[in-house]
């Protein structure tokens, strides 16, 4: 029985409760500032009055191609106009956005697409023999739309696929478009890049899409007409969840297929780019550009970053450059960064290796995010607020995946307890900001001890002459494992495999200093990072020779 | 049968999913920002650290005290640092916030006691004789417990009641908070003064307070660490949501017990406060200071106003006073501002008196509202997007209230046809800004034809020596009602009642020129509203000689 008379009388009703969407927010935007500038991309300006129209007219095409609530539409794209109107087109039919990574295999792909059950692919004419291959592997036969981008100056080929703009055409601009059934609806699909095992199809919702979006602007003080640009590859956790939230603030896309230096000094300087994400490696891509492709700025650019802790010499270029970097973190599984380096007013004022140090943990929830901890995952304790004891970084809240598609046994495994499992390790700090310190994968255990391969990175980083530094676990007769270092040496470096050691057996206790160190160009990611099961590989044959 | 199979095995646990509520936001800026000043009030300085653990004490001691989910636990006071504690307190212990105006006769706050079924009252010790009159005509018997205020110089006198510093230290500091049960469970009631019948008991819930709270600092770009001034009773609206938008950018309260422009100049001068709230009289309080009171900013200061738009010689004196003007509109309803007039940057360029005019208008949706309109009440149709045809003004979305507490009656109607109706009359402009004519009850039936009262009232306020005109019915045995103006004239004025009348007529059609003009002081409500009601009656009487 009810016995709380605010609950007597006072129930939901459609005057005062609606699902939580973004795609509110564009709506809005398109209302009320129709011809502001909503999208750039090369010569192309497109309004917010034409890009709610255009995606209406595409969420209409879809809906009369069959597209219905849950029904999976799947996008190949470089960071173009077309893939920021699939992440309102497509959910405002009630589909689901399976936005995939452009750096993939035709295999991992073709998985995917059977997996989520694909009814239509989306696909930018570069990557279209791509998509191709990929159909020729999977079972599903989704429609196959062809987007020509005008950025685009690769060769035509002929190919058997609709064209995105006639399908477009073809739907009305006007579509009294769909908010989502209920909140907890799915506006996306991302499928995780796992090292083992099949890919993992995370889950996200409409009220996790509206919260983390609002977030985004919220904890980082982005204000009303930001102009952002997309170094961040949209395929990756749907940008961050950016895309919404620019229609959120009536901000402006500048669009961008690459991420090379030139384009990027020029979007800064030409389009007065206010904002830009990416991996450590972007920044260093603007930084080591020669002089003459480099631009003047008059305003400060704040650059938001995850991925890895910057390096200290990075950090100190960026500020030169008049750069605020933010070092936000998150995974797929919490619609991109759910905790953010808030920085303290007074951090400004200590040496500058203080402020990296301070710069490199991950830091404090999202505030829409509620619950941020370091656990023990065995007994689910917090582990002390030491910033040494190392446990599990865990999340808890409305900007949580629903969890993984088809995949309930993975589901329960990372929402065990009732918090959601990161697979991330780290520490918590006195001061309640947390630091990663490795993935659960990567940590090294040699002779029963376990060895953090970030500290030894760490290490690898403060001698001057290593540009970039990875270390992973090797098979060692005696001890189980050691560490192995990969390195790229800057240029003109001089420093070899035993000297570099011996740095390490300085600065570490012994047993943490790498037996091995190669010199090699580091494989990476579409998104910057390594790709540490290729080197773990790698040091499988190195450490049974 | 659920066939979206993204709605198969992916349902919400507790790492997943969290009650919306703005109580984290405290949380999360004492954890992360400890020692950031959270509230100034005279000499006092509060952190975050401090106002936390107070509102947890306070918390814990409200539970002590036997309030479960669903008590309501009532709240007089100034805009001190306790009222403030109020707003996190009783929902931390799952208690509903009800704030009551401190202008109120004791009748009416006996009624509201009675209505809302107090189980305890935090009483500020200025307003102490004021509720022991309303508890003896009150039938419940709520524990007092009085707030002695610092800042508060009136004489002392002996009361039964509980001291708050001491009921507040019995209470735990590091109590674990209760999250709310549902994100629809109540947070505050606040009773609107309606001028006929009883009074309506508004009812909020979490959910709604921490989409406004959001809204309030999105809408307004309020970026981390603005300062806010205490110029809107506390009481309105829970202060229209901003006790619970500070926290969540960790800004600094600055309590102010009296709206007196001499310490609003020191405040704004010596606290660098970045943000105030208020009706536009409070503005002219501020103009209108003695020189030797103003002082002078180094920083650009927001002043969201509300009630009523802002007379355009008032803008321009504001201007030059470093203010940045933003017009708000909503209702106690809809948790305060849920419009804004979302400013183009070009109209920045317009002339002064054009400016006016666009500021003039209440606006757009927040983006916390999901639907405005203006709309034909009998069909439910928009009216035309015209700037001219009458309507009324509707919302739809998360930050319209539950309800009405225990009158099931008037909450049906209020959300007859799945909108809130507000009961403003006003019109859709083609750009889909909306401009409020008039309350329903303050339309003029003259003759049949409907009369303005608030295009009579801007005709009067062009008269360069008005200053403040208000307009209501007058009972006529022709036309059955007329316009009756009331004035107040600008110092030294010299204008009489027939040359007012006469400008009217030169500016109006003919049946809407005022038939008398009573120059005289207006009266109004604690917040500045001019109370019509009164007039209503003063002009009954005349019309009747």
Partial sequence: METNPYNTGLDRNPANYQPLTPLTFLERAATVFPDHTAIVHGALRRSYAEFYARSRQLGSALARAGIVRGDTVSALHANTPAMLECHYGVPMCRGVLHSINTRLDASIIAFQLDHAMSKIVIV????????????????????????????????????DAQNFEEFLAAGDPDLAWLMPEDEWDAISINYTSGTTGDPKGVVSHHRGAYLLAQGNALTTSMAKHAVYLWTLPMFHCNGWCFPWTLSAIIGTHVCLRQVRAEPIWNALADEGVTHLCGAPIVMSLMISAPDEAKRDLDHTVQFFTAAAPPPESLLADMKTAGFDVTHLYGLTETYGPAVVNDWHQGWS???????????????????????????????????????????????????????????????????????????????????????????????????????????????????????????????????????????????????????????????????????????????????????????????RNIGAK
Same sequence: chains 1, 2.
């Fill in 349 to 539: 004022d200590l040496p500058p290796a203080e402020q990296v140090t301070l710069k490199s943990r991950q830091g404090v929830r999202y505030l829409a995010l509620e619950g941020l901890d370091v656990l023990d995952p065995e007994t689910m304790a917090p582990v002390p607020r030491d910033g040494k004891t190392m446990g599990e970084v865990m999340f808890r809240g409305n900007v949580v995946m629903k969890g993984y598609f088809r995949n309930p046994k993975s589901t329960q495994e990372v929402f065990a307890g009732g918090w959601f499992h990161s697979g991330d390790l780290g520490v918590m700090h006195p001061d309640g900001y947390i630091q990663l310190k490795d993935r659960s994968k990567d940590v090294i255990i040699s002779g029963g001890e376990n060895i953090s391969s970030i500290e030894v990175e760490e290490t690898l980083y403060r001698h001057p002459e290593v540009a970039v530094a990875a270390v992973v676990a090797m098979p060692h007769d005696k001890w189980g494992e050691v560490p192995c270092a990969f390195v790229e040496l800057k240029k003109n470096a001089m420093v070899d495999e035993a000297s570099l050691i011996g740095f390490c057996r300085e600065n570490l206790a012994g047993f943490k200093a790498p037996k091995r160190v190669v010199f090699q160009e580091l494989p990476r990611t579409s998104t910057g990072k390594i790709q540490k099961f290729i080197l773990r590989d790698q040091a």
């Fill in 124 to 159: 930018d004419r570069e990557f279209m023999p791509l998509m191709q291959e990929a159909l020729s592997l999977a079972s599903v036969t989704p429609l196959l739309i062809q987007y020509d981008d005008a950025e685009f100056a690769g060769p035509y080929m002929p190919v």
